[in-house]
């Protein structure tokens, strides 16, 4: 499987400046061994620690931080010397030695441009802590899940990416080529892009084989709950982390305490969202209040929706058979629809820096979300159902007028009247089919 992330992996190897390396990531996206096998392709060789399954290498980093010690003693374990340009050094679980995230300091200061990389499932916990985070001090790159090219370049159909990559509007997509598009579309909301059940899926086609490799990550967060949260926020994190499913199912979608538990209040629950969204394992989409630049300053702290990371995942969160969610319309319908939701909020994330918030007007409208790119702010709403027509969008256009407007529906793909309809098969193209 590729992975688009090598490309910045290995411009980061070839930057003159570059720092040492921080690869965020949540649990099973598939960190290690892309590092691994960036190791193997683009250096003599690597080394490769694991603060999880080593705890004793924290002894390393307990006396000083002198990066020439450091590497001199990881050099034992590892059963090599770890050359300076030739061994890429990878330090897995990281979030288990702070002290270890603190030495990259001394790494950047001592020994610049030493290639040495550390991840783990829970850095963004870490480095949300008032710890001695090494700011400035070194260079973040984050891998997603595997997004829909990624995925068509899984199953052996590089071509197909290639001619979504050059399509122009106005072009046709011919109807062999929609309908194989959604088959393998079809077959993502199934697996969704978790590495490993992706790769189950692709060696077995068997849906059970492959839910059960979703059932066991869905355990895993759940013993990271156990683990490694506060201990007063573990059981908060279990409600919150097992509501996301009914919160997408009400009829606005927003995320209300209530569904968590009774009687719930914000500044209780506050902790343990933050927390899950510095693991990575939630997305918050905010409410803005009028959509101007910076969509940032217009925000609502206290009005959001919560997404899961994974489509994946969150159809096994919510008990959803592989067959109601593709082949029978009408059952199961509004939470089919946030499906689809979250689906295109993984993408945007995938191929965008840019965070997306959504808006409404009272009970007059609301659009899925709003996104900028560049300096133009675009409407985006997601249909799952054949009916494409929206008083939302309407509504919306005659109070903003936009320059262009998203619609990601089943609806073949071009432009018409100022609204751009795309195929969810192509949401990797939003960005530049939508740039001023």
Same mark, same amino acid.
């Given at each position: ?5 090598? !490309?910045?992996?290995?411009?980061? /190897?070839?930057?003159?400046?570059? /720092?040492?390396?921080?690869? +965020? ?17 683009? #250096?003599?060789?690597? !080394? ?12 390393? &980093? ?5 990066? =020439? ?29 702070? *002290? ?41 790159? @984050? ?17 197909? %990416? ?5 399509? %122009? ?28 059940? =992706? ?25 990271? &709950?156990? *683990? ?21 199912s009400t009829p606005h979608e927003r995320f209300l305490y209530k569904q968590v538990k009774e009687g719930a209040r914000a500044r209780e ?15 918050? =989409?905010?409410?803005?209040?009028? $959509? ?8 609502? !702290?206290?009005? &959001? ?29 509004? #939470? /089919?629809? !946030? ?14 820096? +840019?965070?997306?918030? &959504? ?42 007028? $936009?320059?262009?407007?998203?619609? =990601?529906? /089943? @609806? *073949? #793909? ?15 193209? #939003? ?6």
């Amino acid at each position: 499987m590729e992975r688009r992330l090598m !490309a910045d992996l290995v411009r980061w /190897k070839n930057s003159p400046t570059r /720092k040492p390396l921080m690869l +965020e990531g949540v649990r099973q996206c598939g960190k290690t061994w892309l590092l691994k096998r960036f190791g193997a392709e683009h #250096f003599s060789g690597s !080394a490769y620690f694991s603060f999880e399954e080593q705890p004793n290498l924290t002894a390393i &980093f307990e006396s000083d931080l002198d990066p =020439v010690r450091i590497l001199k003693e990881l050099s034992l374990p590892a059963g090599t010397p770890l050359i300076d340009g030739r061994t890429l050094v990878i330090l897995d679980e990281v979030q288990l030695c702070g *002290k270890a995230i603190t030495s990259l300091k001394y790494f950047q200061e001592n020994l610049p441009g030493f290639p040495i990389t550390v991840a783990g499932s829970l850095l963004g916990v870490q480095m949300a802590r008032p710890t001695s985070y090494p700011v400035g001090k070194v260079d973040i790159l @984050k891998l997603h899940p595997m997004d829909f090219e990624e995925f068509l370049d899984a199953v052996g159909e590089k071509g197909l %990416r290639g001619f979504l990559s050059n399509l %122009r509007v106005g072009e046709r997509i011919p109807e062999v080529v929609d309908d194989r598009l959604w088959h393998i579309l079809e077959s993502y909301l199934i697996c969704g892009g978790m590495p490993e059940s =992706v790769q189950t899926w692709l060696s077995t086609t068997d849906v059970m084989k492959t839910e059960q490799v979703l059932k066991t990550i869905l355990l895993m967060y759940e013993r990271d &709950f156990a *683990k490694h949260a506060p201990t007063a926020d573990i059981p908060k994190l279990g409600l919150v982390w097992s509501s996301i499913p009914a919160q997408l199912s009400t009829p606005h979608e927003r995320f209300l305490y209530k569904q968590v538990k009774e009687g719930a209040r914000a500044r209780e629950y506050e902790n343990a969202l933050q927390w899950l969204s510095a693991a990575g394992m939630v997305h918050r =989409v905010k409410r803005i209040e009028k $959509p101007s630049l910076p969509l940032g300053a217009y925000a609502s !702290a206290d009005r &959001f929706k919560l997404f899961c990371h994974d489509v994946g995942l969150l159809r096994i969160m919510a008990n959803l058979p592989a067959n109601v969610a593709l082949e029978r319309p009408g059952t199961f319908q509004e #939470f /089919k629809g !946030a499906l689809w939701e979250n689906f295109f909020l993984q993408e945007h994330l995938a191929y965008s820096a +840019e965070p997306a918030y &959504f808006w409404d007007s009272g009970n007059q409208a609301e659009i899925d979300f709003v996104v900028q790119n560049e300096l133009r702010i675009i409407p985006v709403e997601v249909k799952s159902a054949d009916n494409v027509r929206s008083r939302s969008l309407h509504f919306y256009r005659e109070r903003y007028s $936009p320059e262009i407007c998203v619609r =990601v529906s /089943k @609806k *073949k #793909f071009g432009l018409e009247n100022g609204i751009l309809s795309l195929p969810p098969y192509m949401i990797a193209r #939003f960005k530049d089919l939508t740039a001023p």
